[in-house]
C-alpha cells in the first residue's frame, strides 16, 4: 500500500557532501514523523536523525551540525543533507516514516525504505 523510495547515496570523499531523498506514494492520508536511520557492517541500526511533521527535528550527537533533516509536505518527501562527511559515516542509510493509509486512520504503521549505500573514503 505504501512505498518509500530513497535516492542520493554513493561514494564521497571525506570533508564531502551528499544529499539523500526518501519519497513516500502510495495510499497516504498523513504522514507522522519521518526520519533517517543507518547501519554499518557488523553495527546495530542507528538513528540519524527525525524530524515531526510540524518540522520539530533531532538529531544523533554524531551528526549534529553536519547533517540537516527537512521535509516537504506537499510531496510526501523527506531529505538529509549531509556536509562534511567523515569515514565513520559509511554505513546504508534507511528512510523511516510513520503513516496513517486510507485503509486504517486509526492505527499508523511504521514504513522503511529498501536502503542506500553511503560510502565516504579518508
Known amino acids: 500500500q505504501v512505498q518509500l523510495v530513497e535516492s542520493g547515496g554513493g561514494l564521497v570523499q571525506a570533508g564531502g557532501s551528499l544529499r539523500l531523498s526518501c519519497a513516500a506514494s502510495g495510499r497516504i492520508f498523513s504522514i507522522n514523523a519521518m526520519g533517517w536511520y543507518r547501519q554499518a557492517p557488523g553495527k546495530q541500526r542507528e538513528l540519524v536523525a527525525t524530524i515531526t511533521s510540524g518540522g520539530s527535528t533531532n538529531y544523533a550527537d554524531s551528526v549534529k551540525g553536519r547533517f540537516t533533516i527537512s521535509r516537504d509536505n506537499a510531496k510526501n518527501t523527506v531529505y538529509l543533507q549531509m556536509n562534511s562527511l567523515k569515514p565513520e559515516d559509511t554505513a546504508v542509510y534507511y528512510c523511516?516514516?510513520?503513516?496513517?493509509?486510507?485503509?486504517?486512520?486509526?492505527?499508523?504503521?511504521?514504513?522503511w525504505g529498501q536502503g542506500t549505500q553511503v560510502t565516504v573514503s579518508s
Open positions: 523511516n516514516s510513520n503513516i496513517f493509509t486510507i485503509a486504517d486512520v486509526i492505527k499508523s504503521v511504521d514504513y
